[in-house]
C-alpha cells in the first residue's frame, strides 16, 4: 500500500476523533488537523507519521492542543 492510500484509509478515523472531542464538523476537524504540526507531520511522507495507528496520531495532536 502507497503513501497515500494509507493516509487516507486512516484520515477519517483521526477526523472522527477530532469530531468527537471538540465538537466541530468534518470539515472544521480537518483544517484543525492540517493545520496543526501533527497534520502537516502526518501528510509528509519522510516522517513515515502516516505509518502510525490513528490513536497514536490523535493522541500527538491532543499533545499539541496541551490536552492529555
Not at 484543525?32 to 502510525?52: I, K, N, P, V
Request: charged fraction near 20%.
Amino acid at each position: 500500500m502507497n503513501h497515500a492510500t494509507t493516509r487516507t484509509a486512516i484520515l477519517p478515523e483521526i477526523v472522527g476523533m477530532i469530531q468527537k472531542k471538540y465538537g466541530l464538523g468534518e470539515d472544521d476537524a480537518l483544517r484543525m488537523f492540517y493545520e496543526s504540526a501533527t497534520g502537516a507531520s502526518f501528510a509528509d511522507d519522510e516522517t513515515g507519521l502516516y505509518g502510525q495507528s490513528p490513536n497514536y496520531i490523535f493522541g500527538l495532536f491532543l499533545q499539541e492542543q496541551g490536552e492529555k
